[in-house]
């Protein structure tokens, strides 16, 4: 009949509007959910972005502190051999302290032991020049000037102090070139010469020194 035929009719009619609504509601859900789902994602991108720059920034860190350590641990390391060859010299002047002239044997043994003594100290120099070249550089790229400024002035001064001390054994070595007479006075001058150098090569920090230096100057104090 017409009147069975219009309500299944409406009722078709309700079952797709129904549809339709669902369809709706889903797409949006669905747009939703993506958005949602780009949004963590880009999150997640960022924190995990960060967190690489963290670990990065630690390592880079690490591996520079590592790196400056182990150039102020040469510094020292270097010195030790220019010790022992120093005190050779001054025991084989020593034991010549009382005698007026050398015959050849003698001069030759001090003219050896002197120039031990020097390779060692122009090593020592050379080594000192590098590492302050190398801090004057890494101050151009990064942020850490007092604390290489430390390392570069430990450097320098171990290259002054060296410096002075190599130029007073050359004149003793160009004296004994011509003479067989011992320089006590020369010596007492070279003595005074390495104390410094030794003074300023006790003095190089570590790399704990620094860093407790510098958070503490960085760091205000509370009353």
Not at 61 to 67: H, R, S
Not at 87 to 106: H, K, P, Q, T, Y
Not at 178 to 189: A, F, N, T
Request: proline residues 2%.
């Amino acid at each position: 009949s017409d009147l069975g035929d219009r309500e299944l009719y409406r009722i078709a009619e309700l079952s797709r509007a129904a549809e339709r609504t669902f369809e709706a509601k889903l797409e949006t859900a669905t747009e939703e959910i993506a958005k949602a789902f780009h949004h963590i994602t880009l999150l997640m991108n960022v924190q995990m972005g960060i967190c690489s720059e963290i670990v990065r920034g630690q390592l880079w860190a690490a591996q520079v502190e590592e790196q400056l350590s182990g150039k102020l641990t040469l510094l020292r390391g270097l010195h030790e051999p220019v010790q022992n060859r120093f005190n050779n010299v001054r025991d084989r002047f020593n034991l010549r302290a009382g005698e007026s002239c050398l015959d050849f044997g003698e001069k030759q043994c001090i003219m050896d032991a002197i120039k031990l003594f020097k390779e060692k100290l122009i090593g020592e120099i050379t080594n000192a020049v590098q590492v302050a070249a190398d801090m004057n550089r890494i101050k151009r790229t990064y942020p850490f000037d007092e604390l290489l400024t430390d390392i570069q002035n430990s450097a320098e001064s171990i290259v002054n102090a060296g410096s002075k001390l190599l130029s007073e054994t050359a004149e003793i070595e160009h004296e004994l070139k011509s003479s067989r007479m011992v320089s006590i006075v020369k010596l007492r001058i070279c003595e005074n010469y390495f104390d410094l150098l030794d003074q300023h090569v006790q003095e190089i920090p570590t790399m704990i020194d620094l860093k407790q230096k510098h958070i503490n100057k960085n760091c205000p104090r509370t009353v």
